[in-house]
């Protein structure tokens, strides 16, 4: 069985940043520390970007901001589904 992880208030969090937040144990503890609203952001982030390269790309940096404690994406105008 998949082990559980926290969601965002709309968004389910998407297979490709799941596989990285249950790989990194520090980015998966801060992930489950955040508001539902916050990984509601950092879904919507990553899952509105148009190239698969683009959003590997916001996938590292979710991990990475999230282990340096960021809460939300930076500079962005954030979830226009909530």
Known sequence: MAKKIATG???EVPADLRKVLISDPKALTAWEDITPLA???WICWIISTKKPETRKNHIDRTRNELKEGKRRPCCWAG???R
């Open 79 to 81: 979830c226009s589904h």
């Open 9 to 11: 208030v709309v968004h």
């Open 39 to 41: 990984r509601n952001e």
